[in-house]
């Protein structure tokens, strides 16, 4: 078991994304219906955003809902969105206290009008907050956040707004998540090993830490242990090992 202290807090990630995976089958192994999962979810956002804001992480990034989600079962996603609503309520108070701004990734639009009311209300209660930008992705897939981006940048071009060539800086500064760093740590739990669509463009130089925790089963502690791994990491970016120590800080802050 991994513990606090075992983190150096002077080689911290400042962005850390997660994928939460296995709400289903951890229900599933109980008997219970997927939604129990998703229930017994909450606890394990709850604990790793305090685990985030405790250590230090300036950012942390959950994918609580895909572009591909919208697959499930009616009765699933309208349990899911209703969840989302009851868990913004509840945790407000948990946000403003522990000083974390509550910020959205993903085409929210779609969204239904109660789900992006409930939104703008913790939005716009936290957006004051400095601690730790806690940052959903809801209705987000990294194939739609490259083609906006590039939807948006042509239609700057032809209006004139847009007048130098496109680098890579500029197309980043496109993304949604243009206001944060690239992660530079991307934890997945229940044991699988793909990125699903998740940052696409972001994720280009990020470390990868795969886990076969149950999402409704991770702590704290196995959010240390991620941190912990991370900092034994060399991050090459393309050097030699001669070049670098066996931490270097993104090259995007």
Same mark, same amino acid.
């Given at each position: 078991m991994i513990y606090k202290n075992k983190i150096d807090s002077k080689r911290l990630p400042v962005h850390v994304a997660i994928i939460m995976d296995g709400n289903g089958r951890w229900a599933k192994k109980l008997g219970n219906q997927r939604i129990f999962g998703h229930r017994n979810g909450v606890k394990a956002v709850r604990e790793t955003v305090e685990a985030a804001a405790e250590v230090g992480i &300036?950012? +942390?990034t959950l994918y609580a809902f895909s572009t591909e989600n919208w697959q499930r079962p009616h009765a699933e996603v309208d349990a899911l969105m209703s969840l989302l609503m009851s868990s913004l309520h509840d945790e407000l108070p948990t946000l403003m206290q522990n000083n974390i701004r509550l910020m959205?990734?993903?085409?929210?639009?779609?969204?239904?009008?109660?789900?992006? &009311?409930? +939104?703008?209300?913790v939005k716009n209660r936290t957006a004051g907050n400095t601690r730790l930008d806690l940052i959903l992705a809801l209705n987000y897939g990294g194939r739609w956040d490259i083609v906006q981006a590039a939807q948006s940048i042509q239609n700057d071009v032809a209006s004139g707004k847009l007048q130098q060539p496109v680098t890579e800086k500029i197309f980043s500064s496109y993304t949604a998540t243009c206001n944060a760093p690239d992660p530079e740590l991307l934890i997945r739990t229940g044991g699988e090993f793909r990125i699903s669509n998740f940052l696409l463009w972001q994720l280009a130089y990020t470390e990868l830490h795969f886990t076969a925790t149950l999402w409704p089963d991770f702590r704290k502690e196995d959010f240390y242990n991620a941190i912990v791994d991370?900092?034994?990491?060399?991050r090459r970016f393309g050097k030699t090992d001669e070049q670098t120590e066996k931490y270097e800080p993104s090259q995007n802050q």
């Open positions: &300036r950012f +942390l959205t990734i993903g085409n929210i639009s779609a969204l239904s009008e109660a789900v992006n &009311r409930q +939104l703008e209300i991370f900092q034994q990491r060399k």
